[in-house]
């Protein structure tokens, strides 16, 4: 079965920083665009970041550039979100999601949707 | 920048059908993704590239896109539909993903 496993959140301190972690199971890791969304307590989804599949590409909404990275290892199947400078406004559970496959449709991966997410893991900060 | 725009809420009777728009400068030139959330659980992708299912999605589920407004059609609404459901797309010009703020579909 495809699965991504989100691991990492918990409560932080306005300021601080967490590291979260999803490992990738049961697919061609290296083929897939991996992205971040996060969805606040009772609130809508919010696109947050996106790593292409060879590394080459990053992109951020804009609130969290220069505050947040996102990177991945092919070799381990696992892609990470170092989240620094904390604020109550990142209080959200944040899912990890398979995006689409840039190694087959390049620059259209996007076209094909974000076809698999995790279960979530909830980040609050606060004091 | 592009702002997707969804009703907050449509209501439905059983077997009848659902329309979800969402409404955004030119998204008739963007590929526009539906996706389907109920309380507790991740979002699941039900139409990508305006109007494919990925397997596993009844044909129940439908989606159109054309001008400045995309639109979820869902036939012979069952209880078992109801839920939140968001568009999204991939605004090239900002490089940056774009949800629309949600509908919430409720069953009669």
């Known amino acids: 079965e495809v699965q991504l496993v989100e691991s990492g959140g918990g409560l932080v301190q306005p300021g601080g920083s967490l590291r979260l972690s999803c490992a990738a199971s049961?697919?061609?890791?290296?083929?897939?665009?991996m992205t971040w969304v996060r969805q606040a307590p009772g609130k809508g989804l919010e696109w947050v970041a996106t790593?292409?599949?060879?590394?080459?590409?990053?992109y951020y909404m804009d609130s969290v550039k220069g505050r947040f990275t996102i990177s991945r290892d092919n070799a381990k199947n696992s892609v990470t979100l170092q989240m620094n400078s904390l604020r109550a406004g990142d209080t959200a559970v944040y899912y990890c999601?398979?995006?689409?496959?840039?190694?087959?449709?390049?620059?259209?991966?996007?076209?094909?949707?974000?076809?698999?997410w995790g279960q979530g893991t909830m980040v609050t900060v606060s004091s | 920048s592009l702002v997707l725009t969804q009703p907050p809420s449509v209501s439905v009777a059983p077997g009848k059908t659902a329309r979800i728009t969402c409404g955004g400068d030119?998204?008739?030139?963007?590929?526009v993704q539906w996706y389907q959330q109920k309380p507790g659980q991740a979002p699941v992708l039900v139409i990508y590239y305006d109007d494919d299912r990925p397997s596993g999605i009844p044909d129940r589920f439908s989606g159109s896109n054309s001008g400045d407004t995309a639109t979820l059609t869902i036939s012979r609404v069952e209880a078992g539909d109801e839920a939140d459901f968001y568009c999204q797309v991939w605004d090239s010009g900002s490089d940056r993903y774009v949800f629309g703020g949600g509908t919430k579909v409720t069953v009669l």
């Open positions: 030119s998204i008739g030139t963007k590929s």
């Open positions: 790593i292409s599949h060879d590394d080459s590409e990053k």
């Open positions: 049961q697919f061609t890791f290296s083929y897939y665009y």
């Open positions: 999601v398979r995006d689409g496959d840039g190694h087959t449709y390049g620059p259209l991966y996007y076209y094909y949707g974000m076809d698999v």
